[in-house]
């Protein structure tokens, strides 16, 4: 493919063998944006990823965390900030699996939100059960960029979050899912990103994960190069211009839909 490819959404040192898998997406050019679950994690291998150009550390404090010293790793979050425009992942989990309250999680998600405030970062996004919340929060403190990961909620709050200008993050499961493709669906060209979510994900990986392609390239009648230059242009676009006012794109020329 010509087109260099993308991953959205990768938790690269959940991997054994996570060097060989960040310099193996470095070898095949697939702009991978490595999210952590808490700040340590971006802490211990920034200094090994800040050397790759396709690998983009993110600085995360995911909501599913627990076991943790709040107050080191809140520090470690403002000590390492200003080193990534990524931020994530982050966010709130109302379904059953969640440990910490709601209060709490809330409160973790506002001190990152606080903490971005009026800075250029684009915020990779966890809202299982909790999608109407996540977007209350991020417009209230005015998160001008966004990547909804995986969503899985309503189609009215995702047409919410199209008009702010927010992206979505598609992965494999996602395709092969008759929710996931009902999403997928609602979804303009030019808010998709695409994802692994690896390791979570059976059998992908930043550099394998064609079935996404096929999906899209079956559903949009298109050729593979084709889907894999939009999701391309997604990324760039992504980081280039401010996502809040939805305008924006629609009078960009290299937009499709
Ligand atoms: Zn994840």
Partial sequence: MN???????????????????????????????????????????????????????SLGFHCLESNYNLEKEKKLFLKNI???????????????????????????????????????????????????????MIIKYDAKKAIFHWYSGKISTLNKILDYGYYFSINES??????????????????????????????????NNLNVYYYFSELWTMKLENVQEIFYNNFIELQEHSSKYGNLFHECPRMIN
């Avoid at 303009?188 to 059998?203: C, K």
């Fill in 3 to 57: 087109f260099e490819s993308v991953d959205a959404h990768c938790h690269i040192n959940f991997f054994k063998n996570a060097g060989d898998i960040a310099l193996e997406c470095e070898k095949r050019k697939v702009h991978t944006i490595y999210v952590t679950t808490l700040p340590s994690q971006f802490d211990e291998t920034f200094k090994y990823v800040k050397l790759l150009k396709y690998i983009y550390p």
């Fill in 82 to 136: 200003d080193k990534t425009k990524f931020i994530g992942e982050v966010g709130l989990d109302f379904s059953k699996r969640a440990v910490k309250s709601k209060e709490e999680q809330k409160e973790l998600f506002k001190f990152v939100l606080e903490a971005i405030k009026g800075k250029d970062k684009i915020l990779n996004l966890h809202s299982a059960s909790a999608e109407d919340e996540v977007l209350r």
């Fill in 174 to 207: 996602m395709c092969r899912s008759k929710k996931g493709q009902n999403i997928i669906s609602k979804l303009p060209r030019n808010r998709i990103l695409v994802e692994t979510d690896a390791p979570f994900i059976e059998d992908t990986l930043p550099y």
